[in-house]
């Protein structure tokens, strides 16, 4: 018997508009972005133990879940990668983002000088696949409705 695709459950509105009309209710990743630059002085140790449990603890329950990219480094302890570090936040919706994170801004930044001296890039991305389900093997594409005749291959759900 082949398995049946399954959508992935959150508690988010789905989408009513065609997929490339970004939506409030899609699920958003903030992913914050230190370049690896010449001299650039980046503290991994403060911001895994200090700087992502503020942030975590001043969001509360709108950040459903965070990641900390740490980068590779080659013999001589210089990053191997465009980037030092990476952390993604993801939140249900752009709003849940902005309601959280918005009022303790100041604070949060302010954190920053406390474990780098470069300047942080940032990317919002609407989430379109996830593979974080327990004991999943495989891709899952979110599905918003009323897509219409697009051919994409994450149109559906695929495995």
């Known amino acids: 018997m082949t398995p049946q695709p399954q959508a992935i459950h959150t508690n988010r509105v789905p989408r009513k508009q065609p997929y490339d009309n970004f939506q409030e ?5 903030v992913s914050v972005m230190y370049p690896n630059k010449p001299g650039v002085r980046f503290d991994h140790d403060y911001y895994r133990t ?3 449990p503020l942030i975590k603890s001043r969001m509360g329950a709108a950040l459903k879940y965070y990641t900390i990219d740490k980068a590779l480094m080659d013999g001589e302890e210089r990053p191997l990668g465009a980037y030092v570090a990476i952390c993604h936040l993801l939140c249900d919706s752009l709003g849940a983002y902005q309601a959280s994170f918005g009022p303790y801004a100041q604070e949060i930044r302010g954190d920053i000088p406390n474990f780098t001296d470069g300047t942080s890039i940032h ?5 379109v696949a996830e593979n974080s389900a327990p004991g999943a093997t495989k891709v899952q594409h979110r ?3 009323d897509r219409g005749s697009s051919s994409h291959m994450s149109d559906q759900v695929s495995q």
Do not use: N, Y
């Open 50 to 52: 200090k700087h992502l």
């Open 143 to 145: 599905i918003p409705l």
């Open 25 to 29: 209710e899609t699920m958003i990743k």
């Open 123 to 127: 990317q919002i991305s609407e989430v």
